[in-house]
């Protein structure tokens, strides 16, 4: 599929491991390549950044355990339509290779036209791959799939932050001017309940355990006054009675 014709840029898409760790930055955590530099046909991870701050960058990314690109990206340098996509982080993706299928598909229905993959309508590639073989073998070339794009930045940082999140108390009823212009008083309303709380909760274990204590002497009253001695005439008839031993046969 490969020939003179390609771009060297798309030569390394469609080869390149992405993902594995760059040698340039070994001993740096988040250092696995994701990143393209089109201008320099090469595999770059963020750390590389600062060396390729001009040039035209393509993010890769991962799903179930794939490479995707993402088809706001993609349709800037080449026509990615009829290419199923898929949906993560609210983007809609596409593979760049194809993905080894254990099965053919036998059915009715939608299929990749070049590796036959069950697909949904109105869809007839799988990837990004199977449509290039299939340009190259219907047109010969690639000069109605490719787009002139002299600028492509990364659409989002590659290394994100999670943002802290505040959790708002449901069913308030405080208004934004109440709330702002008591903010102290709303300090202290907060401390006296969780005093309150707290006192509650001593008083109720406290209540818990003298009802405890109740019961137990209760008990140990009921056991201290039932008479446990046996009689005395059972130890005389014990004394007394000759032992009984089992027969023999």
Not at 4 to 28: G, I, Q, R, T
Not at 76 to 98: A, G, H, R
Not at 102 to 121: A, E, H, P, V, Y
Request: charged residues 20%.
């Amino acid at each position: 599929m490969i020939s003179s014709k390609f771009p060297a840029w798309l030569e390394v898409l469609l080869k390149e491991k992405f993902f594995n760790a760059c040698l340039d930055h070994e001993d740096v955590k988040k250092n696995e390549k994701n990143i393209l530099c089109i201008d320099c046909c090469l595999s770059i991870c963020p750390h590389c950044l600062s060396s390729h701050t001009s040039h035209r960058l393509l993010q890769i990314r991962r799903y179930v355990y794939r490479d995707v690109l993402r088809v706001e990206d993609g349709s800037k340098l080449m026509d990615c339509s009829l290419i199923q996509p898929y949906i993560t982080n609210s983007s809609k993706v596409v593979f760049i290779n194809e993905r080894p299928q254990s099965r053919q598909f036998r059915g009715s229905g939608n299929i990749c036209i070049t590796c036959d993959r069950s697909l949904q309508s109105p869809y007839i590639f799988c990837s990004l791959s199977c449509k290039i073989s299939d340009v190259i073998m219907r047109q010969r070339g690639l000069s109605g799939f490719l787009r002139v794009c002299n600028v492509l930045d990364l659409t989002d940082e590659v290394t994100t932050t999670t943002p802290s999140s505040t959790l708002e108390p449901t069913g308030s009823t405080r208004t934004s001017s109440e709330s702002g212009g008591n903010a102290a008083g709303g300090g202290g309303d907060m401390f006296w309940c969780q005093a309150l709380a707290c006192t509650a909760t001593t008083e109720i274990v406290r209540k818990k355990r003298s009802s405890l204590s109740t019961t137990c002497g209760r008990v140990t009253e009921a056991v201290s006054t039932t008479n446990t001695e046996a009689p005395a005439n059972f130890f005389n008839r014990r004394k007394n009675t000759p032992p009984q031993r089992a027969p023999l046969y």
